[in-house]
Each structure stands twice: as C-alpha cells, then as structure tokens.
C-alpha cells in the first residue's frame, strides 16, 4: 500500500492525492476531520424539576468532506482531466461492509490513519469542465471517531522471561530457553485520547491471564488449554475473543474487566500462564480526537 510521504497528501486504501504526490486531484478543503465528533448523551430529565441529571457523553462516528479540484495540464488538459477523473471513480467508492484505510499526513505530525468508508461522491459539471478543471465533493464516513498514528507499537510478552533462579539450586537444574521478552510491559498512549490494545497468544499454555496492573483489571482465561498450534486473538476494542479464528467470548472468566489505555498516563501490563511458554504479542496504536 502506497502511504503519504509528504506534508497535505493523503491516501484511501494506497491512492494517493492532494499534495505533490497527488497528481490532478488535489484537496481545497477538509471538513470534520479537526473537529469532535458529535456526542451521544444519556442525560435525562428530571421528572417535574427543572434541569437534568448529567449522564455520559460518547462520541458517535466521524464524518470527513473534502472538496476536490482535478485538473489537467497544457494542452491536453480536458482529456488528462479526464484520467484523473476515472482514477477518483476507481479509489473512492462505496463498499458493502468493513471500511478502508484513510491515511492523512498534516505538517508535523507525520502519517496518521482512519478507518472510513467512501459515503458520498458528487463530481460537478459547470463551465471550467469544458477547460480541463472539475471540483467533487467527496464524504468520508469513521464508524470509529479516532485518529491513529499509522505506526503500530507492539510487545511481545513471555511469561517465563522474568523468571530469576533462586539459591539453593535442586540439580539437576532445568532451563527454559523457549521464546523471547520478558512478563510484563509498559503502554504509553502518546495521542490525546484513550486506545485500545489486541492481544495475541500463540502456542501451548494453560490458563494465560493478561494484568494491568495500573488499575487491577485483569482478562483471564481459567478454562484454557492451548496446544504449541493454536492461537487466541483478544481485540478490547471490540471486545471479542477469538481460537483458532473462531469466536470463543465463552472462555473469558467471569471477573474479567475490559480495559484500555488512557492517553498520556503509562499502563503497565503483566502476562502468566499456569503452565507453558505461549508467547503474547500486544499491539496498539495512538490515539487522538
């Protein structure tokens, strides 16, 4: 996937505009995009008083419209308008389900992404069409409000990597030398709004629990037992829970508490197992609003 390399180019699924890198279509405008999201509330009313009772505040999806100008050069300039054209119809266009990824990059902050679909398309016909200039109105929709950095972090935790022998030893002595990393880990959000981490554990363990130890709320699974092939996928944000690629929400223990990563505050992270050496990988990325 081709991704911006330049301060006001941006990208939906690897087709970059706007910028030097955008050729004939270039962005006027970006509403939405540095704006908050609109909020859903559950404020309620206060029967015959007047005045609410606050509830909380959540941010609904993310609506991003550019305005767009294409245009050709020189002579030829209507029909390489009309390449430009085309390509827009090819890139921004509506899909079924999922989203894409919209990669914006704004002067020092580097790569940042989304994850939108194309919801609406108008390319104008007026007088500078004739000429070899056209203007569209391109509408982005994020089911998910967030800005991410485009680069993911990531740790690899083990749960035997921490481990320190103690004295006196009982021979014979027995080493484990399987994977790599340590226990435990520290998140650091360096965006401006909480994220949320997945998490991957691959290979043979029983009972692996993950433990933020910053708040006390911990994933556990009491019930499990992983054999050196299988692999359970953790995702907070959507809060699912996957075995071998099939949904398995049933194997989280009762107590567990979801828990995500406030900005700017370290979350530090803690990995056991019963029994084993699966290794866990976390990956996140910053987030901002």
Do not use: H
């Not at 430009?84 to 119809?89: A, E, H, V």
């Not at 070899?132 to 991410?148: K, S």
């Not at 929400?249 to 019963?274: C, D, E, K, Q």
Request: proline share 4%.
């Amino acid at each position: 996937m081709t991704t911006p390399a330049n301060a006001y180019v941006f990208a939906f699924n690897g087709w970059l505009f706007g910028g030097v890198d955008g050729g004939g279509v270039q962005v006027l405008t970006v509403d939405g995009l540095e704006d908050l999201p609109t909020l859903r509330t559950q404020d309620e009313g206060r029967g015959y008083s007047d005045g609410m009772f606050t509830g909380r505040d959540f941010l609904n999806g993310r609506t991003i419209t550019m305005q767009l100008q294409i245009m050709g050069a020189g002579a030829g300039a209507g029909s390489d308008m009309q390449t430009y054209i085309q390509q827009l119809k090819q890139y921004l266009i509506s899909q079924t389900s999922g989203t894409g990824v919209l990669q914006i990059y704004l002067p020092s902050r580097g790569v940042q992404r989304l994850n939108a679909r194309v919801r609406a398309r108008a390319i104008r016909i007026d007088p500078n069409y004739t000429y070899g200039r056209a203007e569209a109105t391109v509408q982005f929709y994020c089911p998910d409000p967030r800005i991410y950095n485009d680069t993911v972090s990531t740790f690899t935790l083990n749960p035997n990597g921490g481990n320190m022998r103690t004295y006196p030893e009982t021979f014979n002595i027995a080493y484990n030398i399987t994977g790599s990393g340590t226990t435990s880990a520290t998140v650091t959000n360096t965006g401006n709004y909480e994220t949320w981490g997945t998490f991957t554990i691959t290979g043979a363990c029983t009972n692996p629990r993950i433990l933020n130890t910053t708040t006390g709320a911990f994933l556990s699974f009491p019930a499990v037992t992983m054999t050196a092939t299988d692999t359970l996928v953790v995702n907070t944000d959507l809060k699912t829970v996957t075995f071998n690629g099939g949904a398995a929400r049933n194997l989280l223990g009762n107590a567990s508490t979801w828990f995500s990563f406030p900005p700017a505050t370290p979350t530090n992270i803690n990995y056991s197992v019963a029994s084993g050496a699966a290794l866990c990988n976390l990956s996140y990325r910053d987030a901002y609003i």
